[in-house]
């Protein structure tokens, strides 16, 4: 199975620390694997942790200044996997996630969207119930009721990755 795959082309924390954050995915109080590419809702610090915070999972009203992108250094420990688009988040590990900001520019994979079958320059980008992030033509508009991330874009091809440029709302 196919994960996303993230590139933090513009996002604050790859400047400015406290754009990052350290985060467990743990929707009901379950410790739950992730993929790179998605988006949690901070819901606080772990119990005892001044540094490590709880994920849950995002609603499509989710406040965006409580949502997180993840986007943890691609560290595989099995041989045998090779490829970013093995990568994944593990249950139970503390992922990477950096926070949104109007301007930002991150882009993902297919792996990592909902929505659109086929994206494009323009499409809007919006919180749904789950981690993934949600595509819906421009000329659709956003969902009544969801949260806007923001717009594709670009959408580029690097190797035999095709990425969707992401400009945050």
Same mark, same amino acid.
Do not use: Q
């Given at each position: 199975m196919a994960h996303g795959v993230v590139r933090t082309d513009k996002l604050a924390g790859t400047d400015n620390r406290a754009g990052i954050i350290s985060v467990r995915y743990q929707p009901s109080s379950t410790e739950t694997a992730i993929d790179n590419g998605n988006v949690v809702e901070i819901a606080g610090l772990e119990t005892g942790s001044r540094e490590v915070y709880v994920g849950? %999972?995002? %609603? @499509? /009203?989710s406040e965006l200044k409580n949502i997180v992108l993840i986007a943890s250094p691609e560290v595989m420990y099995d041989d045998a996997k090779r490829s970013l688009e093995d990568f994944y988040n593990e249950a139970g590990k503390i992922a990477r996630g950096y926070y949104l900001y109007t301007n930002n520019i991150f882009s993902v994979t297919? +792996? @990592?969207? +909902?929505? /659109?079958? &086929?994206? &494009? =320059?323009? +499409? =809007?980008?919006e919180l749904k119930a789950g981690t993934k992030l949600n595509v819906v033509k421009k000329t659709t508009g956003l969902t009544a009721g969801s949260t806007q991330v923001g717009t594709i874009i670009d959408i580029n091809t690097v190797g035999r990755f095709t990425y969707y440029a992401i400009q945050v709302a």
């Open positions: 849950n %999972t995002p %609603t @499509a /009203e297919k +792996d @990592a969207l +909902d929505g /659109e079958a &086929s994206p &494009s =320059i323009g +499409d =809007i980008v």
